[in-house]
């Protein structure tokens, strides 16, 4: 058999799998169009999104994978899958701390999928407005940076928020050198979001030892301002910003460390249901007396549930008092959880679970 036919008589099975995959792929649309016909007749919250039921479907989609293709692709797959379905129900509208191009962009759709309608927000209290006035069903933001720690100003907003934790999505973070000029020894200055240029600090140091830094709200708006100036300026962002904002890349992987994620927060209104491996946060602030927060953290100690995360944050009450952001493993609604939480509750002045939501998945 000549090439040409050869490879005809393959394309043909192609098309027919393509096919099949089609009206499968139509069948489960119009299953989805039955739960939301079901959703909606028990008069559940306009949107219609599931977390939990999401990561169990991806769980399953990877467990039972038995390639060619890998795991993660067919789970990517099968994320745009339930955002087509999703969409097909209700369009999911999700603020994001942006502008266009950010790393909160990128997680977004990771976690949401392409068929989600994003809104991109100037700053992280603008994401958690967004969300609490109801012009977004949820929001997007940055939680921390495995070089430079938390980021506080999402963890202060939580204080004064009422807003719940629904998912965790992480993004493997690239910092690219971004000018409209081909040339590093042209540039004097270098705009990035205060994190970027610490997570860049050692490269900048070596290669632009006498440009100054201005720290601006987002790599994004750095990598805007440097395409309406001169040749003589770069910004540090992800590489989707060169192509908006048309711009070249000077140097790629410019950030110190190798391994350098964010992790990012997905609000909303309401409390999610156990998916069966889940992350609970807590916002706790101890009795003011010795032994406080030892006593405070017993009860999981006890129960043999494992904290993965304490920070401590100024309360803004009163001088010299602290918030505890506590992240454990478990739902809040396991029997083994709920009690250590009741124990722990009543050891707090303050006392409030930000939040039970699945892992990660992709
Ligand atoms: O099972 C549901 O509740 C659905 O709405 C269906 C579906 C899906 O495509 O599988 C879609 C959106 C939800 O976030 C979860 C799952």
Aim: glycine share 6%.
């Amino acid at each position: 058999m000549s090439e040409k036919k050869a490879l005809q008589a393959v394309r043909e099975q192609i098309d027919k799998v393509d096919k099949q995959l089609q009206d499968l792929l139509n069948e489960r649309t119009a299953l989805a169009h039955q739960v939301a016909e079901i959703k909606q007749q028990s008069g559940e919250q306009a949107d219609f999104y599931r977390p939990e039921r999401e990561a169990m479907i991806l769980r399953q989609v990877m467990a039972r994978n038995n390639g060619p293709l890998s795991d993660l692709e067919m789970a990517r797959l099968f994320r745009e899958i339930m955002s087509a379905c999703l969409a097909a129900e209700k369009p999911l509208q999700v603020a994001y701390l942006g502008p266009e191009g950010s790393f909160t962009q990128a997680a977004s759709l990771k976690h949401f999928g392409g068929s989600v309608q994003l809104h991109s927000m100037a700053t992280i209290a603008d994401v958690f407005h967004a969300v609490e006035t109801g012009q977004a069903c949820y929001g997007v933001v940055p939680v921390e940076n495995s070089t430079e720690g938390m980021v506080n100003h999402t963890l202060d907003r939580f204080v004064s928020s009422s807003l719940k934790i629904n998912g965790e999505v992480t993004i493997r973070i690239h910092h690219y050198l971004l000018s409209k000029s081909a040339d590093l020894s042209q540039i004097k200055t270098v705009y990035a979001h205060p994190q970027a240029l610490a997570q860049c600090r050692h490269w900048l140091t070596e290669n632009l030892p006498n440009s100054v830094q201005i720290p601006v709200n987002s790599n994004s708006e750095a990598a805007k301002l440097v395409a309406e100036n001169g040749l003589d300026c770069a910004a540090i962002a992800g590489n989707r910003a060169a192509e908006i904002y048309g711009l070249s890349v000077l140097a790629n992987n410019i950030e110190d460390e190798v391994g350098n994620t964010t992790r990012f927060l997905v609000i909303g209104t309401q409390l999610v249901e156990p998916s069966g491996e889940d992350k609970t946060a807590l916002l706790v602030s101890t009795k003011n007396k010795p032994g406080a927060l030892q006593n405070l953290l017993k009860p999981l100690a006890d129960k043999g549930i494992s904290m993965s995360r304490i920070e401590s944050r100024p309360s803004r009450k009163g001088i010299w008092e602290y918030v505890f952001f506590i992240d454990i493993e478990g739902h809040c609604q396991d029997p083994t959880v709920a009690s250590a939480l009741q124990e722990l509750e009543s050891e707090s002045s303050v006392f409030r679970v930000l939040g039970s939501y699945p892992k990660a998945v992709l």
